[in-house]
């Protein structure tokens, strides 16, 4: 996790004021979309009362949401475009000096672009499911009985454990799948059928354990979420006492919160790849992380 952390120190001080800005920018777009239900369900119930403050206010959200979202586009790629240029020119530069294979070249050059994303893409998303966490069981504590609460919470607990394992077994699959595409263009060029053979064989294995440890991942995922949410649902209906814009908000905060979870799993394994990247492109620093 060491060398994750060095190489990000570096890139943020390559342009600290821009990254900065569009992280902001980034965070009020969470903001905004994290807003929606609790408003939506306010809208809902005000509809019911002949009042309409609460859709002036979502109307005032959305323009204010749709302001940041362009901004954020026109700015991002002008701030991370040019990171990921001088990381890759460096990168190419020091591979020349030390004789590093075409074939590693043009993979690793990838995993520039992937590390160098991790401001735009996994940090967001780490912000987004945060966000949205505190979000969702928040208003659930907030707005439910113990119960449904409790039932929410131990059930997001209950998904990351069960899928730790399969977690762990991806992770190691991916650093497989990246050993061969760093070795797929020395295969191709070597001309030989019964190399690229086998090199296909092992690929198609490598790949077909993936997505078998991605189906047991989701099925657990998928079953206690639509557990949860079947009797959440329920719950509202037959136990508790709440209008049609706070069922409205608390099935969505569920989702959500179903969402982020699923999400944080691959965030976990997106983060390991991410440290697997910068030690093959700092091969000097294994054993730090």
């Known amino acids: 996790m060491r060398v994750l952390a060095v190489e990000l120190r570096q890139m943020f001080q390559k342009s600290p004021k821009g990254i900065l800005a569009v992280l902001v920018l980034d965070i009020l777009e969470i903001a905004f979309l994290s807003s929606n239900p609790l408003v939506i369900g306010l809208c809902i119930d005000s509809f019911f009362e002949q009042d309409h403050l609460w859709l002036c206010v979502l109307i005032i959200l959305q323009v204010a949401f749709i302001l940041v979202r362009v901004t954020n586009k026109v700015l991002d790629t002008r701030v991370y475009e040019k990171i990921i240029e001088d990381k890759s020119n460096t990168y190419y530069e020091k591979a020349l000096r030390t004789n590093t294979s075409n074939s590693k070249i043009t993979s690793r050059l990838d995993l520039v672009i992937q590390v160098s994303s991790f401001f735009d893409g996994c940090l967001v998303q780490l912000i987004d499911i945060a966000v949205g966490t505190l979000f969702s069981l928040g208003y659930l504590f907030c707005m439910t009985e113990w119960p449904l609460s409790l039932t929410v919470l131990l059930t997001s607990i209950l998904v990351l454990v069960c899928t730790q394992r399969f977690r762990r077994q991806i992770i190691r699959n991916n650093k497989q799948l990246q050993d061969m595409d760093e070795e797929k263009a020395d295969v191709i060029s070597s001309r030989k059928k019964v190399r690229y053979r086998m090199f296909a064989k092992r690929n198609r294995n490598l790949q077909v354990l993936h997505s078998d440890l991605e189906a047991k991942s989701y099925l657990i995922i998928d079953v ?66």
């Open 224 to 289: 206690m979420q639509a557990g949860l949410l079947i009797f959440a649902i329920m719950y509202l209906f037959y136990v508790g006492s709440y209008s049609s814009g706070q069922v409205f908000s608390i099935v969505t905060y569920v989702i959500m919160l179903n969402e982020n979870i699923c999400a944080f799993n691959e965030i976990i394994i997106e983060i390991a790849g991410l440290i697997d990247s910068v030690i093959r492109l700092n091969p000097e620093t294994d054993g730090q992380s």
